[in-house]
């Protein structure tokens, strides 16, 4: 895929969106903005801890540490404002759920370690270090305050925000389309789940081999994994990140009675990052994998059997 759509959802969501917050939205009041003020500090707290760690240690991998906790911060402190309301609080264990998830997938692969800074790096970003593009070095510290500091922290608190249009809309009580969005989230933070426990096994199994000298067996001689749920989609760990967050969205919408409104931005930035970050990704496997080209022309992208 082209960077084309990419381009266009980035485009809708800085400029677009926020039009829309003016000229459709409600203004936020004071129990909003007051819910608003600790949200800010611990973002920027995390951007700048995020950029400074990373500097320090050439681990651009710390917002990846953060993925998983700072939404759940962000709901309870907004769940506090609202009084822990029956809305508030489902969607808050739903979000500590999906937190507590991928904090264990993420630490299987070595992600955390007692001196927090250390742990795995994301290959993306040893990859894209070592490009000329970034060089000298001072190029590659700006991508990482602007991207994967600043963006992605950013992205982060904007697409929890359907808790605050929730908050913002308290006095409306707790019904059936909530009951809907939060089984369609809960179950895709299981699909989810399945999803990374498939690929972890076949990863160790298969490094297993080829660190014991030992040849790859049928099932992992392509070298990436087809079967399970990655035999309908080359990504169904992404595909279902995506429909978590727009579950949550619906959440905002059960509680406004709006279809559309600016907390949305966080889903089409999250859909234009998982765009990107695929795009890059299978063009290193292409380049690895003999029969990678071939699972892409099979497979469809994100959503199961859409081909």
């Known amino acids: 895929m082209k960077q084309g759509p990419v381009a266009i959802i980035l485009a809708l969501s800085l400029i677009a969106f926020p039009l829309m917050y003016i000229f459709l939205g409600t203004p936020l009041g004071e129990l909003e903005l007051s819910a608003l003020k600790p949200l800010l500090w611990v973002l920027g707290a995390a951007i700048l801890l995020t950029f400074v760690v990373g500097e320090l240690t050439s681990n651009n991998s710390q917002v990846d540490k953060l993925w998983s906790i700072l939404p759940i911060i962000y709901a309870w402190i907004v ?62 510290s700006l991508f990482n305050f602007g991207f994967i500091c600043g963006y992605q922290n950013i992205l982060i608190f904007l697409f929890t925000m359907p808790i605050m249009i929730a908050l913002q809309n308290n006095h409306n009580s707790f019904g059936t389309l909530d009951i809907i969005f939060a089984v369609l989230m809960f179950f895709f933070i299981l699909y989810e789940t399945i999803a990374d426990i498939q690929q972890f096994r076949f990863q160790s199994s298969k490094y297993a081999l080829l660190n014991n000298g030992i040849p790859l067996d049928e099932k992992h001689s392509k070298g990436f994994l087809d079967r399970g749920l990655w035999k309908y989609s080359r990504h169904p760990n992404y595909f279902a990140e995506q429909a978590i967050w727009i579950s949550f969205y619906g959440f905002s919408i059960a509680a406004s009675g709006q279809w559309l409104n600016w907390s949305i931005t966080g889903c089409f930035l999250l859909i234009a990052l998982f765009l990107g970050s695929s795009n890059f990704s299978e063009s290193i496997s292409s380049s690895k994998y003999a029969e990678y080209k071939n699972y892409q022309k099979r497979v469809s992208r994100f959503v199961p059997f859409l081909k």
């Open 79 to 140: 769940t506090y404002y609202g009084d822990f309301s029956t809305r508030l609080v489902v969607m808050s264990i739903l979000v500590t759920l999906w937190g507590l998830r991928l904090s264990v997938n993420f630490g299987l692969k070595g992600a955390y370690k007692w001196k927090f800074w250390e742990g795995e790096e994301d290959y993306r970003w040893q990859y894209l270090r070592s490009q000329k593009e970034f060089q000298p070095k001072w190029k590659w």
